[in-house]
């Protein structure tokens, strides 16, 4: 059975399977070269020495590899790591489940993508709209449904930007009907307001940014992926596109955010308020997740500058 990285403890023996995601890094030590590492799986990350590197070992090899390792967990300045004693690349025949590497959501991806199409079909109206969210969502499905929505800060596992682009349809039609917005075109941004990130972001083994997304960004590779698939709708108004176009610019909210455009329209302003509930409350939820002591706090949050108080049920 596979041994969890939240489940080690200090002088545990640990003989199980990890993923390498960046390429180990050799330092010199008293007794020679060793290798540092950083290991992965679905319930966290814990970093690890290799005190003695085998001889014919290329270590930078094992970057973005499955490895079994064989060792013990041990303490240093209060962290957990793993003091390596062995260290292989997996087999073809080696039992493993790949599901216990990379974090998912915990909502099945197939019945978020059901929901969400269902929510377009009877929320959005206008049919060059509906049509637009239909051909971009159907020509990139396998990826959507696969898709981080961040690197690390909220819902930054697979199938994240599936369920924090639903999250916030949810949240955005009460608010459409309470305000007298357009539906359509809020649902519309939030549907594609961070589509690029199916460019941007790489998610093989891990997740970290492609090339092209370190160089371009999910903003604009999201504005030139639906301005083409606008391209191929008959008809469609031009007024409406300079809209799409100015909500998924405008998202961020702030220019030092990244944003070409502050939000200039009120689906915008509400496109960016109802982004941020759902980023905000998915780094509730990560924190929630990781434990919360007597005193009903979390442990410090970066993104929320202190720890998270959680109330009580009763």
Not at 112 to 125: A, K, S
């Amino acid at each position: 059975m596979k041994q969890m990285i939240c489940s080690l403890v200090p002088n545990q023996e640990v003989a199980s399977y990890f993923l390498v995601v960046d390429a180990p890094q050799v330092r010199k030590g008293k007794r020679g070269d060793y290798a540092c590492l950083e290991l992965v799986d679905a319930s966290g990350k814990i970093g690890a020495r290799l005190w003695e590197i085998p001889p014919g070992l290329i270590v930078g090899g094992l970057a973005k590899t499955i490895v079994k390792v064989k060792g013990q967990c041990t303490e240093w300045n209060g962290e957990l790591q793993i003091s390596i004693s062995q260290i292989r690349p997996t087999f073809a025949g080696d039992d493993m489940d790949m599901g216990d590497f990379f974090e998912r959501s915990e909502r099945d991806p197939l019945e978020m993508w059901g929901d969400l199409n269902e929510l377009i079909l009877e929320h959005v109206d206008d049919a060059h709209l509906n049509k637009l969210l239909c051909s971009i969502l159907t020509g990139n499905k396998e990826d959507f449904c696969r898709a981080p929505a961040a690197k690390s800060v909220h819902h930054a596992y697979l199938g994240g930007l599936l369920e924090h682009v639903l999250d916030m349809c949810k949240v955005a039609i009460p608010i459409c009907k309470n305000y007298g917005l357009s539906k359509d075109l809020v649902l519309a941004g939030c549907v594609l307001h961070d589509i690029g990130k199916i460019f941007e972001l790489t998610y093989d083994f891990g997740i970290g940014y492609s090339v092209e997304g370190t160089l371009i960004g999910h903003i604009s590779q999201g504005m030139a992926l639906t301005s083409e698939a606008i391209g191929k709708i008959d008809g469609f108004p031009p007024q409406m596109k300079m809209a799409i176009m100015h909500l998924i610019a405008s998202h961020h909210g702030l220019l030092a955010y990244g944003s070409p455009r502050v939000p200039l329209m009120r689906e915008a302003i509400a496109l960016n308020l109802v982004d941020l509930l759902s980023s905000k409350m998915g780094i509730c939820a990560r924190a929630m997740k990781s434990g919360i002591s007597a005193e009903n706090l979390t442990e410090w949050v970066k993104e929320l500058e202190g720890p998270l108080f959680v109330m009580n049920d009763e």
